[in-house]
């Protein structure tokens, strides 16, 4: 009963903007905007097709592999540069510049040299989260108590100790902020890069619906890919949760 009454004002927000978008729809009677209920009934119409299925198999490809190799990459590098100085100097400035640099610049060069094939596209979405699990992981590495690590080497901790104990568990916490982070630029980066240059899965999908000038269906498609991300990051949440169950266990 608790947990139903905390979800109650967001299911109460939601059911606002359903009807505020029919209100905003009913003003502006344009036929490039869709009505809620068209919206609706074109979400649970992709939903059961078997071509919306594919298509974000295909998608998906690039989204799993990408915020696999950037995480397990991304992590390594950020705990490194973290506890070595010398490495952070010179690893900092490129980590700015990924940050900076706008994207949509960088893909033409990419698709170029590796032509339209998964490859690129795992590489874009990589690029999109790279620098915020390193950053984040880097973050958390700094924030550990330098007294915690001083008092292990007094009672005799050595290097793999030192980080099984106590780095890596103080890092943990602003890590799985990263790969939250980093798993919403990931999709990101796979939309765009669908969107933009190599149109595959999902991309076919928005460029035949809007091609088609059907609204309602293009609409329905970015429910169906919001929906997903939600539930990515839900499965996120809880598998953080179970990672480092002691961080939530202090905060209550």
Same mark, same amino acid.
């Given at each position: 009963?608790?947990?139903?009454?905390?979800?109650?004002?967001?299911?109460?927000? !939601?059911?606002?903007?359903?009807l505020a978008w029919q209100v905003f729809r009913k003003l502006f009677d344009s036929i490039l905007i869709p009505s809620t209920f068209g919206m609706v009934r074109a979400f649970f119409q992709l939903l059961v097709k078997g071509?919306? +299925?594919?298509?974000?198999?295909?998608?998906?490809?690039?989204?799993?592999?990408?915020?696999?190799?950037?995480?397990?990459?991304?992590?390594?590098?950020?705990?490194?540069?973290?506890?070595?100085?010398?490495?952070?100097?010179?690893?900092?400035? +490129?980590?700015?510049?990924?940050?900076?640099?706008?994207?949509?610049?960088?893909?033409?060069?990419?698709?170029?040299?590796?032509? !339209?094939?998964?490859?690129? /596209?795992v590489v874009i979405v990589c690029l999109f989260t790279f620098p915020v699990i390193v950053i984040n992981t880097q973050a958390g590495l700094k924030q550990v108590s330098s007294e915690l690590v001083d008092m292990a080497h007094?009672?005799?901790?050595?290097?793999?100790?030192?980080?099984?104990?106590?780095?890596?568990?103080?890092?943990?916490?602003?890590?799985?902020?990263?790969?939250?982070?980093?798993?919403? /630029?990931?999709?990101?980066?796979?939309?765009?890069?669908?969107?933009?240059?190599?149109?595959?899965?999902?991309?076919?999908?928005?460029?035949? !619906?809007?091609?088609?000038?059907?609204?309602?269906?293009? !609409?329905?498609?970015?429910?169906?890919?919001?929906?997903?991300?939600?539930?990515?990051?839900?499965?996120?949440?809880?598998?953080?949760? /179970?990672?480092?169950? +002691?961080?939530?266990?202090? /905060?209550?």
């Amino acid at each position: 009963m608790n947990k139903t009454k905390r979800y109650l004002p967001s299911l109460g927000f !939601f059911v606002f903007l359903l009807l505020a978008w029919q209100v905003f729809r009913k003003l502006f009677d344009s036929i490039l905007i869709p009505s809620t209920f068209g919206m609706v009934r074109a979400f649970f119409q992709l939903l059961v097709k078997g071509s919306t +299925w594919n298509a974000f198999w295909i998608s998906n490809q690039s989204l799993v592999l990408g915020f696999v190799i950037s995480g397990v990459v991304g992590i390594a590098v950020g705990l490194l540069i973290g506890r070595r100085a010398w490495l952070e100097r010179a690893v900092d400035p +490129w980590l700015d510049f990924m940050l900076v640099v706008p994207m949509a610049m960088i893909m033409p060069a990419l698709i170029m040299a590796m032509g !339209f094939s998964l490859s690129s /596209r795992v590489v874009i979405v990589c690029l999109f989260t790279f620098p915020v699990i390193v950053i984040n992981t880097q973050a958390g590495l700094k924030q550990v108590s330098s007294e915690l690590v001083d008092m292990a080497h007094v009672f005799g901790a050595n290097e793999y100790k030192l980080w099984v104990k106590i780095l890596i568990k103080g890092a943990a916490p602003l890590v799985w902020s990263g790969l939250r982070s980093g798993l919403g /630029r990931a999709i990101s980066g796979m939309v765009l890069s669908e969107l933009l240059l190599s149109s595959v899965g999902i991309g076919i999908l928005f460029q035949t !619906f809007q091609g088609n000038f059907d609204p309602e269906m293009t !609409f329905g498609l970015v429910a169906l890919l919001v929906c997903e991300s939600l539930l990515l990051l839900k499965i996120m949440n809880v598998v953080e949760r /179970r990672a480092i169950p +002691w961080f939530y266990i202090e /905060r209550v």
